[in-house]
């Protein structure tokens, strides 16, 4: 069974960055078709989708982010020590949620679903 174990969280002022980390053990990351990240905002049961990295041949092929972090945040990954990253530049108070990431399966955006069970998730606090 696949465990991921994210990291990185904190509180931060407006226009701060972070670096988010994904840590898997069980398996290699890299053996499923796609990697994401998700957050969800205080009061809110949702997980949101930001990020979404699909990898064919052990190459990084497509990258695709929400709108609302589009521009500001860069999903990536090392194959060496089997982690997946978040960089979050240009934080806003919108971001403030619990990050989660999770391996994916779905050919598209839309028809993502997630793979593992949640890990425990790295609070995000974006606030002056």
């Known amino acids: 069974q696949v465990q991921l174990v994210e990291s990185g969280g904190g509180q931060v002022q407006p226009g701060g960055s972070l670096k988010l980390s994904c840590a898997a053990s069980g398996r290699h990351i890299f053996g499923y078709y796609a990697m994401g990240w998700y957050r969800r905002a205080p009061g809110n049961a949702h997980h949101e989708l930001i990020a979404r990295l699909v990898s064919t041949n052990h190459t990084t092929d497509y990258i695709t982010y929400a709108d609302s972090v589009k521009g500001r945040f860069t999903i990536s990954r090392d194959d060496a020590k089997n982690t997946l990253y978040l960089q979050m530049d240009h934080l806003k108070p919108e971001d403030t949620a619990v990050y989660y990431c999770?391996?994916?399966?779905?050919?598209?955006?839309?028809?993502?679903?997630?793979?593992?069970?949640w890990g425990q998730g790295t609070q995000v606090t974006v606030s002056s």
């Open positions: 999770n391996a994916l399966a779905g050919l598209t955006w839309e028809t993502t679903v997630t793979l593992v069970p």
